[in-house]
C-alpha cells in the first residue's frame, strides 16, 4: 500500500511538473510594468496631479519583446492623454475604469502605429493616486 502510495505521488509530481514546463499548455502571460512611475499635471488647478503605476498584460513572449521595444512611445501617449484629464473626471470608480479602458485603445493605436498591438491582452493600473 505505502509503495502505490509513493508510486502515486511521484507520478502526479511528474505530472505536474511536465504540465507547468510545457509552454503548449496554453498561452505565456506576461505583464509588463511601465518604469518609472507616471506623475503627470491634471488639467486645471496646477496643482493636481496624477501619480500611477501601469502594467501592460501581454499573451507570448514575442509579442512581449515587440512591445518594450516601443515602450518610450508609450510613455509619451500616457502623458498626453493624462494631461487632458481633470482631477473632477477621475474620482469616482467608474470614471477610472473609463479612463482605463481609453488608455488601453491608446495602447492598440500607438503599438499599431509603429508595430502591431498583436498579444496586448489589457492594461491595469496598479497605482492610482490624483492629488
Do not use: W
Amino acid at each position: 500500500m505505502k509503495n502505490q502510495l509513493l508510486t502515486f505521488l511521484l507520478a502526479s509530481l511528474l505530472c505536474f511538473s511536465a504540465f507547468a514546463e510545457n509552454p503548449e499548455t496554453g498561452p505565456v502571460l506576461e505583464y509588463i510594468p511601465m518604469q518609472p512611475h507616471f506623475v503627470v499635471n491634471l488639467q486645471g488647478n496646477r496643482r493636481s496631479f496624477l501619480r500611477a503605476d501601469i502594467q501592460l498584460l501581454v499573451e507570448g513572449k514575442e509579442s512581449a519583446e515587440k512591445i518594450k521595444v516601443h515602450l518610450p512611445a508609450l510613455r509619451h501617449s500616457f502623458i498626453m492623454l493624462i494631461s487632458e484629464y481633470s482631477a473632477d473626471r477621475l474620482g469616482t470608480a467608474e470614471q477610472r475604469e473609463d479612463f482605463r479602458r481609453k488608455a488601453l485603445q491608446e495602447t492598440r493605436t500607438t503599438l499599431d502605429k509603429y508595430a502591431s498591438s498583436n498579444g496586448l491582452t489589457d492594461l491595469f493600473f496598479t497605482e492610482f493616486l490624483v492629488q
